[in-house]
C-alpha cells in the first residue's frame, strides 16, 4: 500500500498549489479520501475530505472557498487544490485512505506560504 503526496512548495501569499495524492496496493475507489495538515507545534488537522464516489466533500472553516478536494478514481489519485494561499497555511500535508477500520497514510508534502 502506498500513498505518494507531490505538488507542495513555496508559494507566495495570494498564491496558489495543487497537490496531488497518488494510491496504489488497494482498491481506492472503496476508500473516502482525506488531506490533513500540521503546522510546526501543532496538532494534526483535517482539512477536507471526499467520499469514496466522489459525490460529497467537506472542508475545515478556514479554508472554505479556497480549497477544492477532488478524486480520479480511474487514475486513483486524490487532490487538492488550494487558491488564495495565506501565511497560516503553512503545513506539511498528508493524504489519508479510510475505509471502514482500515487507513493509510502518505509521508506527506510540505507546503510553505511565504513572501
Known amino acids: 500500500v502506498q500513498l505518494v503526496e507531490s505538488g507542495g512548495g513555496l508559494v507566495q501569499p495570494g498564491g496558489s498549489l495543487r497537490l496531488s495524492c497518488a494510491a496504489s496496493?488497494?482498491?481506492?475507489?472503496?476508500?473516502?479520501m482525506r488531506w490533513y495538515r500540521q503546522a510546526p507545534g501543532e496538532e494534526r488537522e483535517l482539512v477536507a475530505g471526499?467520499?469514496?464516489?466522489?459525490?460529497?466533500?467537506n472542508y475545515v472553516d478556514s479554508v472554505k472557498g479556497r480549497f477544492t478536494i477532488s478524486r480520479d478514481n480511474a487514475k486513483s489519485t486524490v487532490y487538492l487544490q488550494m487558491n488564495s494561499l495565506k501565511p497560516e497555511d503553512t503545513a506539511v500535508y498528508y493524504c489519508?485512505?479510510?475505509?471502514?477500520?482500515?487507513?493509510?497514510w502518505g509521508q506527506g508534502t510540505q507546503v510553505t506560504v511565504s513572501s
Open positions: 496496493g488497494f482498491t481506492f475507489s472503496r476508500y473516502a
Open positions: 471526499i467520499t469514496s464516489a466522489g459525490d460529497l466533500t
Open positions: 489519508n485512505a479510510r475505509f471502514g477500520p482500515y487507513t493509510y
